[in-house]
């Protein structure tokens, strides 16, 4: 089992800047990929970045740029550094990680709570 947490949301300003953080947690966690994903009112739950152990990031295209994906595997942590934030940024923003038991050999998804980040014009 595990469990993901997200912080860091929040009311800010057009052009600001926020930092998200999600803590992964489980006695046998085995966490491999991490990611943001975001979900506006009417719109579709999408991809802003992920990161993978090593290390390499993936990023929507609308975001690349201005926001900074990056991790501590020790910690099971995972951040969302966010610039030039824009009003089109507003959304609930989740964190998911994918975690890979080796005794089951399954890899499984898991979704934090959501933490909402509004950018006023």
């Known amino acids: 089992q595990v469990q993901v947490v997200e912080s860091g949301g929040g009311l800010v300003q057009a052009g600001g800047s926020l930092r998200l953080s999600c803590a992964a947690s489980?006695?046998?966690?085995?966490?491999?990929?991490m990611g943001w994903y975001r979900q506006a009112p009417t719109n579709q739950r999408e991809l802003v970045a992920d990161i993978t152990p090593g290390g390499i990031t993936n990023y929507a295209d609308s975001v690349k740029g201005r926001f900074t994906i990056s991790r501590d595997n020790a910690k099971k942590e995972v951040y969302l550094e966010m610039n030039g934030l824009k009003p089109e940024d507003t959304a609930v923003y989740y964190c998911?990680?994918?975690?890979?038991?080796?005794?089951?050999?399954?890899?499984?998804?898991?979704w934090g709570q959501g933490t909402q980040v509004t950018v006023s014009s």
């Open positions: 489980g006695s046998r966690a085995n966490i491999v990929t």
């Open positions: 998911k990680v994918r975690n890979y038991d080796y005794m089951t050999r399954v890899g499984r998804d898991y």
